[in-house]
């Protein structure tokens, strides 16, 4: 081997270890994720709803399925705008057996004003108890720690429920995880408390499930 080559080798070392070193800071960041490529997909193939103002997007990603926003509505009381909310669900759940069932969804709510912890959860509560579908005993640990995830909202706050096939029922607050609860029974029961013939406003659920029989 000669002087240049060896020269011309050398130089080359310092270059490949800089892009070896470029090529390692993304592998190990979320730059190019599939789960963010998967979700970018989505936002452009599904478009966003507003619902009194607030924005929705038209899809979101659940355990790398792209799953696209079914419908949104808003919850009055005496009234006031308490909420609005958007349901996420695959487009071959096409009842409500298949909606309550084992499948992919989220239900996103977007607080319109302060709601204090205890209220959430009692209203919650009083739900489930009158749904003659469920037996409360059953759940109840589950419910308590549901709640235990709990606390008091304000104007802008957003809780998320998504339920993921063999993970469970996740409870999300502004993008944040607070915990996830195994099995399809507590996501039906859970998830019922909006979407179930004995849910808590039948308005609310009349427009999250338009056209689903």
């Known amino acids: ?6 020269l011309f080798r050398r130089s080359l070392y310092p270059i490949l270890i800089l892009q070896f070193s470029f090529l390692y800071f993304l592998a190990s960041t979320d730059l190019f994720s599939a789960e963010e490529t998967t979700y970018t997909l989505a ?3 599904y478009p966003s709803k507003s619902i009194h103002g607030i924005k929705f997007d038209g899809a979101t990603v659940i355990d790398g399925k ?6 949104a509505g808003q919850l009055h009381w005496w009234g006031f705008n308490l909420y609005a909310a958007a349901l996420y ?3 071959d ?3 409500i057996s298949d909606i309550l069932g084992d499948t992919p969804k989220k239900l996103t709510i977007h607080y319109f004003r302060t709601i204090k912890k205890e209220q959430i959860i ?3 509560d009083k739900i489930l108890r009158k749904n003659p579908d469920y037996n409360m005993s059953k759940i109840k640990k589950e419910l308590g720690l549901m709640n235990s995830w709990y606390q008091t909202v304000n ?7 998504i339920y993921e096939p063999g993970k469970g029922t996740s409870l999300v607050f502004n993008n944040v995880k607070k915990g996830t609860i195994p099995g399809v029974a507590f996501a039906k029961a859970y998830f019922g408390i909006w979407l179930s013939s004995h849910c808590g406003d039948i308005q609310l659920r009349n427009q999250l499930i338009t056209k689903i029989k």
């Open 89 to 91: 669900i695959s487009e």
């Open 66 to 71: 792209i799953i696209p926003l079914r419908n």
């Open 155 to 161: 104007k802008g706050d957003r809780y998320s429920l």
């Open 1 to 6: 081997m000669n002087i240049a080559t060896l």
């Open 93 to 95: 759940a096409r009842t």
């Open 43 to 45: 936002l452009k193939k």
């Open 122 to 124: 009692e209203a919650a």
